[in-house]
């Protein structure tokens, strides 16, 4: 049905287009396709005043975007003054559709987003994956991706790209996973186990969830670092507006950043490393506290009862992270840390002691430490978001489909 | 004489060209200077037969090329085979030069680079800086400066920018030194104190050390990490040949991430940083040395000799610069850490204990750790070279100059 909308990926390594009239014609198409998406609806006058192109110039992307379905006519405006009445366009509804799709320690979940970036399809199966081999889980979550299709394309959208979330390294290759230690999968070519008509993007699920902060926050700044926590502790460096990967795809490995030098040893050969103090399983552990599936609805809700050991072991864990945020942000100088993902719900017992350890660390005002609002769905949303925003960037790719 | 050739930073912060015939021409221009800058001499049809124009449109952008002084023709090649002999083109060794100048704890030094990338006039002034006030200082810089423009001149080269290395945190204007704390400079706008016709950049001497590692290194790659250390411990952080410069422009302060997190307090405010145990008073202290004014020279010397203390401390500083990088090399996944400046001259002795707790501290291939061939001359090439790319990459800016 459709190729690949990317190679790679399409958020970060924009393919650089040729600096030829094509390339410029391309490059043109994606700005009126921006100004509409961004200030819309617009009328053909308005693009043309805001991206400095002619009224003629304008009319002619305009056509070509109507034509592939990315932009809709809303029909005459009302003239506020003499000569003919501008028509005013929009984002389409019913162009095409981002799918994204998470593999979770305990869900798949699949949505469709449209150029428009709302959901108009969702489907999720709760259930452990942890230690199940790579190709029954990837099964159902093709049979999720095919029904959510089948939902969007009653509502006259089609698939523009697959873009999937994983708790693990993802190569630079953007489809095989390296390493997810919470499902035990080891270099996993999940390109190789995904439907051929829908070659998919992977990333992890940090990125994609800094990525869905970035674009979709309250009033995110260009520069900052993501901290989650749906594997022990995942981080995302966001520079200018764009992810730091790394040589090798792993930068943002901030649970394998030293906190003590000369403490416990961790599995990835390390001592000391944040997880050993602010992973799941320690900070479960230093509760006193069974180790569960969801361990971070565990801490939550007994911290939230106010159980002694619950709120003293999140304390020491905000204690760690406030030093090795310290490092980061000394390395990074980001305009902000966001807590997303899981730890978004731990942050009324993680806060105060992370925000004092930076306080404390730094000369000056420490650097601000805010609450992502996307919580866990972040991944999801940015991994369906990556697919339009690759869209809206060069909307000429989907004239590429076969 | 020279307007400003460009506002800011040049190599990071190029200025976006608007997508117009205009803008289309300028990055033409840019493509056939980088051209004959990588692969000269080229004919013009090998340039357009590698940037993908015709030979009519590359002959178009050369002249004007030729005509500004940015490019000469050699003469007629013998021609292999039948047809017109094509004439060679190479980059100007006549027209304009980048200045580039350091304001050092012990010494000045300024430069001028032409567009080959070759030093063509240079002067140094030997002093303690330190607890000077900046207008003195920066008046003996402003002769030196006038010395090598003049030397410069009447190699047929004229200025086309300066910029200025300074041992400290500088402000996103790219000209104002928020904290320079071996020179107890403190908020000094090197713009107003420099002379009016040739207006600096301004940028920390890591950045710039850094800038010339990516550009005149052995195969340094696009993404590494390069540490010094001119003044405690600095580091740059290069990510696909950028620059990562951070919110306020202070990214890269490696000096001040925690490694023993109890440790004694720092002058930043924070306890048991790097800097504590791999800054220059710090090694000294603990080799039993006096403090000097050369405290790096001092310890190679020491070290060189077999001195025990000098040995032992250095010792222990690779094995604490080790901890900070094992978080570094986390965070950022880079393919390289480049030991730069003053540090490449005690490699020998930090190396062995950097690397040993870096590969302890990592699963699988540790990042290698390389010694840089610049060393202490990084940061003045690097400013010079910075305004000569600023020239490469936008070689329409040089009309601009009133």
Known sequence: MTAPLHEGRPTTTRRALPDTQQGMRRRNLARVLHAVSDEGPLSRAAIASRIGLTRAAVSTLVDELVRWGL??????????????????????????AGIGAEVGVDHLSVCAVDLRGEVRARAVRHGANRGRAPKPVVQELTALVRQ??????????????????????????????????????HGTDLRALLPADLPPTVDNEANFGALAELWLGDATPPDFLHVSAEIGIGAAV??????????????????HVPVHPDGPRCACGGRGCLEQYAGEEAVLRAAGLEPRGDAVGVLAQRAGEDHEGARRALEDAGRALGIALTGAVNLLDPEAVVLGGALAGLAPWLLPSLRNELADRTTGPACPVTVSRLGSEGPLLGAAHSVVRAVLDDPARVTERS
Chains 1, 2 share one sequence.
């Open 148 to 185: 959510v299709v089948a939902d969007a394309e009653r509502e006259g959208l089609w698939p523009a790209g697959l873009a999937v979330a994983v708790p693990g390294l993802v190569a630079r290759d953007g489809h095989t996973v390296v390493h997810a230690p919470n499902l035990d999968w």
């Open 238 to 255: 966001v520079v200018d507006g764009r992810l730091l990967r790394g040589k090798r795809g792993f930068a943002g490995e901030l649970g």
């Open 71 to 96: 932009l809709e006519e809303l029909g005459p405006e009302r003239p506020n003054r003499v000569g003919r009445p501008g028509s005013a366009l929009a984002v389409s509804g019913r162009g095409p």
